[in-house]
């Protein structure tokens, strides 16, 4: 009884993060349809052009192959294919589409990379873990960019400035987990941190290295924005390349930070009506033009993961998504202390 009281507390947290996700997606999806003309949305989107959007899907998997070659030049001492990472990240991000907890990307990346292709779990943490040190530095980075270069976006330069402060204060705790680990107990015992701090050390004596995969990071992240762009002028919104990059970005962000609806629904379309709305678009006008980029950039992944996952075995017995500490215990090398390995 005692052993399953822990279990039993995790599912109903799990729950009410499911129940308050799908309130707040329905009150976010309410507002941005609420008013809308929709026999408007329904010209608007037959009128689009087949190949502005199939345009705009050949930049999204572009941009998905750049993240893909991203990550490969983050695996420092392992044999991995960039299609492989392609086929097991985007398969991940599929799986986070269709899941009411957006929390099961690195728990799926880490299944497939341990269980069937054999990597240490803790050399796939850290990999994945840089990314997303790399992706939170390519975000600060680019919104004080926006917040200089669109004067339309100054007024909301307040509550920016406070979000930057608190992405900058994260990016300086994960550049240093190592050396906090070094000195606290508790952080030690994050699954992997020792090839974590391993990791961001070489990555730092190996300055082109890194300069190379912040390079992709922001190449894959500012390929989206040419996809935007086609997609808005085949649909008539008088967008800038700039205001095009801010769009997608700040909607993919809010949409993937914010809890809601399945495959950020409704969340998505809010952002996109309320950024395009500080260029004057009109509201009907960016709805129709929100649910068709949050297909072009949402789709791909998803079927990827309906193909992809069931060929993984995901089906089988024994290969469900486990958690990184499961897999993190089957790794003797993930605990070794980490001093002495730090230039």
């Not at 608190?166 to 699954?191: E, Y």
Request: proline content about 5%.
């Amino acid at each position: 009884m005692h052993a399953t009281f822990p279990l039993a507390a995790v599912a109903r947290r799990r729950g009410v993060l499911v129940a308050a996700g799908f309130c707040i997606g329905l009150l976010l999806g309410y507002r941005a349809i609420s008013g809308i003309d929709w026999s408007e949305v329904r010209g608007q989107i037959a009128d689009t052009s087949p190949l502005a959007v199939a345009g705009t899907l050949a930049l999204v998997m572009l941009s998905a192959f750049l993240r893909s070659l991203r990550w490969r030049l983050l695996w420092l001492d392992a044999r991995v294919s960039v299609m492989r990472l392609f086929w097991v990240e985007n398969a991940s991000l599929g799986l986070n589409n269709i899941s009411p907890i957006r929390l099961l990307d690195e728990p799926a990346i880490l299944t497939m990379l341990t269980l069937r292709d054999k990597h240490p779990a803790s050399t796939v943490l850290a990999t994945v873990v840089m990314s997303r040190v790399q992706d939170l530095m390519a975000t600060v980075l680019f919104g004080a960019v926006a917040l200089a270069g669109e004067p339309g976006l100054r007024e909301h330069a307040g509550p920016a400035a406070y979000a930057s402060v608190f992405l900058a204060g994260m990016l300086v705790a994960l550049f240093n987990l190592g050396r906090i680990a070094d000195k606290s107990a508790l952080i030690a015992r994050i699954p992997g941190i020792a090839r974590y701090g391993e990791a961001v050390s070489t990555m730092w004596r190996r300055k082109l290295l890194l300069a190379s995969t912040f390079g992709l990071t922001g190449a894959y992240w500012l390929v989206l924005g040419p996809a935007a762009y086609v997609l808005a002028h085949a649909m008539g919104l008088e967008l800038t390349m700039f205001q095009a990059v801010i769009v997608v970005l700040g909607s993919v962000f809010f949409a993937t930070s914010v809890p809601g609806l399945p495959g950020a629904i409704g969340t998505f379309e809010l952002a996109v009506v309320e950024i395009t709305g500080l260029w004057g678009v009109p509201h009907t006008q960016a709805l129709g033009y929100a649910l068709i980029l949050h297909l072009a950039l949402f789709l791909p992944a998803t079927l990827i993961a309906f193909a992809v996952l069931p060929w993984e075995g995901f089906r089988r017995a024994g290969w469900g998504v486990r958690s990184p500490a499961e897999l993190v215990e089957e790794d003797p090398t993930a605990r070794i202390p980490i001093s002495g390995n730090r230039a």
